[in-house]
């Protein structure tokens, strides 16, 4: 008899197309942001953040795939295991306030909005300059980003997560100790910590930025692109790159 090999590949990909139909609805079904997260203000271009704010249709064909979804997924997996972890290791992290919602912050009559990983109130005590509370943020990374992160350290190699986590003490008035942050390698299981202190003039400036953002956006302003060239990796990366390139 022989062997078919395709059909191993065929059922792989039925099951993959079952999946990501289940999780496009799953996703669909939570509806969408109606406001700009202090997770993405640290995005490169002003004028995708609009994009993001209005809510704006992205470019046919670049919908988030069932792929993405999946990682996203295992990113909140992977946050719930670390919470374990650092319990397990003597850490008072809490996630949750006592009517069972994340703590976050809401500013600007609710249009910047950010909700945190969690905060550290007591712990084992880590030198270098750290302290309680604290915030802490999670984050689970392929293994070239996680690596570029430990050569680099998140100021270089993560801005975005910076200008999050800068807003974040700010507004949660969490600056008095560094925020700790955690990133796994998705691939190896490595853990990297690193002590971020409050940088207050990052902190402004996302502020200032999101406002500018929100204020131009709601009075109908398209912001300048970040590029001139719609062929840069950020541009060809964006889900609004032909709705961008055909405005002025």
Known sequence: MMMDYNTTASLS?????????GMRQTYA?????????????????ERA????VADAPVDPGRETDGRMLRVFE????????MVGWLRAAGFDLRTRDDAGEQFGFSALGGRLQGHIDGVLVAGPNLG????????????????????????????????????????????????EHPALLTAINADTMEVYAELV??????AQRMSDRAVKVIMATEAGELLP???????????RMCQWQDRCWRQP
Not at 225 to 235: A, G, K, Q, V
Request: a neutral charge.
């Open 225 to 235: 692109r970040s590029y001139t060239d719609p062929t840069n990796i950020e541009c």
């Open 29 to 45: 079904t939570r509806g969408q942001r109606t406001y700009l997260g202090a997770s993405r203000i640290g995005v490169a271009c």
């Open 197 to 202: 202190p409050f940088d207050a003039t990052l």
């Open 74 to 81: 295992r990113g909140h997996v992977i946050e719930d295991c």
């Open 13 to 21: 990909d039925q099951i993959t197309a079952l999946i990501d139909a």
């Open 49 to 52: 953040l609009q994009y993001e």
């Open 128 to 175: 270098f300059g750290s302290g309680y509370p604290a915030l802490w943020e999670c984050k689970c990374l392929g293994a070239k980003a996680w690596r570029d992160l430990v050569k680099h350290r998140l100021a270089v190699a993560k801005p975005i997560y910076a200008a999050q986590i800068a807003l974040y003490q700010a507004y949660l008035e969490l600056h």
